[in-house]
T-cell receptor, first 111, second 114 residues
Framework: GENVEQHPSTLSVQEGDSAVIKCTYSDSASNYFPWYKQELGKRPQLIID?????GEKKDQRIAVTLNKTAKHFSLHITETQPEDSAVYFCAARSNDYKLSFGAGTTVTVRA | GAGVSQSPRYKVAKRGQDVALRCDPISGHVSLFWYQQALGQGPEFLTY????????KSGLPSDRFFAERPEGSVSTLKIQRTQQEDSAVYLC????????????FGPGTRLTVL
């Protein structure tokens, strides 16, 4: 099955700086890569996703890049704000429905 | 509109007890998923329904775990003879049409087995 690895496990950034989280996947058939943000005790919420037919997608301060050849994808958050502090999960879908998640990155934005 | 809801939000069970966890998906959503999230980890797939049909239960850890969605809307995850290793947050997600659509998650049920 699909195996997703996520790095780093924790990330502390100064407010206004950028944050980058990287994930690798094992199944070359994976074609959909969502990113979820989970605040403490709350539900995971989709913040951005990318499909395998594009290399980059941007939504305001958030962008995701995908390198299919290397089987890795990254989340970029620019101009970080305190409300960006949360756990971020990457995921990959290798069949029609099953999402495989990374272990998560705890992001702390220092004011 | 209303999102995915789950109940109870917290459940404490003594080892050996049976528990039932409920998921109310977004109205009209065809696909429903259950995930298990251990502390400090990402969600792990348990099972998938399309309407009332359980199409994949490969992630269920043992035969003590059972899920149903008899009318194609509300789903129940049942765990029999709970063990301490069952302690986790159980997340439900739904998607509109096929399972290839975006999955929207519920708030989860935190199960603690003593």
């Amino acid at each position: 099955g699909e195996n997703v690895e996520q790095h780093p496990s924790t990330l502390s950034v100064q407010e206004g700086d950028s944050a980058v989280i990287k994930c690798t996947y094992s199944d070359s058939a994976s074609n959909y890569f969502p990113w979820y943000k989970q605040e403490l005790g709350k539900r995971p919420q989709l913040i951005i996703d990318i499909r395998s037919n594009v290399g980059e997608k941007k939504d305001q301060r958030i962008a995701v890049t995908l390198n299919k050849t290397a089987k890795h994808f990254s989340l970029h958050i620019t101009e970080t704000q305190p409300e960006d502090s949360a756990v971020y999960f990457c995921a990959a879908r290798s069949n029609d429905y099953k999402l495989s998640f990374g272990a998560g990155t705890t992001v702390t934005v220092r004011a | 509109g209303a999102g995915v809801s789950q109940s109870p939000r917290y459940k404490v069970a003594k080892r050996g007890q049976d528990v039932a966890l409920r998921c109310d998906p977004i109205s009209g959503h065809v696909s429903l998923f259950w995930y298990q999230q251990a502390l400090g980890q990402g969600p792990e797939f348990l099972t998938y329904f399309q309407n009332e049909a359980q199409l994949d239960k490969s992630g269920l850890p043992s035969d003590r775990f059972f899920a149903e969605r008899p009318e194609g809307s509300v789903s129940t995850l049942k765990i029999q003879r709970t063990q301490q290793e069952d302690s986790a947050v159980y997340l439900c997600a739904s998607s509109l049409f096929g399972a290839a659509d975006t999955q929207y998650f519920g708030p989860g049920t935190r199960l603690t087995v003593l």
